[in-house]
């Protein structure tokens, strides 16, 4: 039952219908066959919609049943191999490990090193961080980073409060919210570490060139324009 009058009203396809009489609502809801529902109570005044209550429902506790479900799975994303990773490709785990954590799991960011890199492992904690930074909107700080052989990772879980909101903030502006492809973004994640790997793998079998070597392979028709990531690593490395 909705004591309170007036409310802000949402039609069951999503129209703004405004500030309106609660009576108002009641029989635009009746003329409907639908319900009344309160969808952001804590607002002044309570956002409400016009939609099928049982149906709403339903859906509610498949979400809770999935959520609860799913509530220990945790998903690894990579930062590339290496700290010279570009910053289009850090945004884009980043906007993964949004997605996962919308979805209610826990994710550990890991940053690898290579070579001397290991000298340098503040460029990763501070990346880390960044990505802390980001995504505060959605998780909370599970475990502070940590070192793991020639690896830092960092543990986020979903912050509950904090993604039920923008789930609501979402309804009442009429949005709908699409249920992610867990599948397809696991498949991606998967595909992309597995990359990640690889390269590794190869970059041992070439752990035997000189320095020489690799500054041959440098020449006037490699002047690709530089990662300013690869720059500063460069210059901390002592590279030419």
């Keep these: 039952m909705i004591r309170l009058s007036p409310i802000r009203l949402i039609g069951p396809d999503g129209t703004q219908h405004g500030v309106v009489e609660t009576h108002d609502a009641l029989r635009m809801a009746q003329e409907a066959g639908l319900d009344l529902v309160e969808v952001v109570p804590d607002s002044r005044p309570p956002v409400c919609k016009i939609m099928d209550y049982g149906k709403h429902r339903y859906e509610l ?18 930062l590339g191999r290496s700290v010279k ?19 209610g799991h826990k994710v550990q960011i890991t940053q690898r090193f290579r070579g001397r890199e290991m000298m340098h492992k503040q460029l990763g904690e501070e990346r880390l ?19 793991m052989g020639r690896a830092i990772t960092i543990l986020l879980s979903p912050d509950k409060a904090k993604i039920d909101s923008i789930k609501a903030k979402l309804l009442a502006e009429g949005k709908a919210q699409e249920e992610e492809d867990l599948a397809k973004l696991e498949a991606e994640v998967a595909a992309q570490n597995a990359l990640d790997e690889a390269d590794d793998h190869d970059d041992d079998d070439h752990d035997g060139d000189s320095k020489k070597d690799k500054k041959k392979s440098r020449g006037p028709k490699d002047d690709r324009s530089n990662n300013p990531v690869d720059d ?5 490395l002592g590279e030419i």
Excluded: G, N, W
């Excluded at 990773?85 to 979805?103: G, K």
């Excluded at 961080?129 to 070192?147: E, H």
């Design 85 to 103: 990773i570009d910053p289009h490709d850090v945004q884009i785990r980043v906007d993964q490990a949004r997605r996962f954590l919308m979805a």
């Design 129 to 147: 961080f960044k990505i802390c930074q980001d995504l505060s909107d959605v998780a909370k700080i599970d475990m502070a980073p940590r070192t």
């Design 232 to 236: 500063e690593v460069a210059d901390l």
């Design 61 to 78: 506790s498949k979400r809770e049943s999935k959520s609860k479900s799913a509530q220990h799975e945790l998903k690894e994303i990579r």
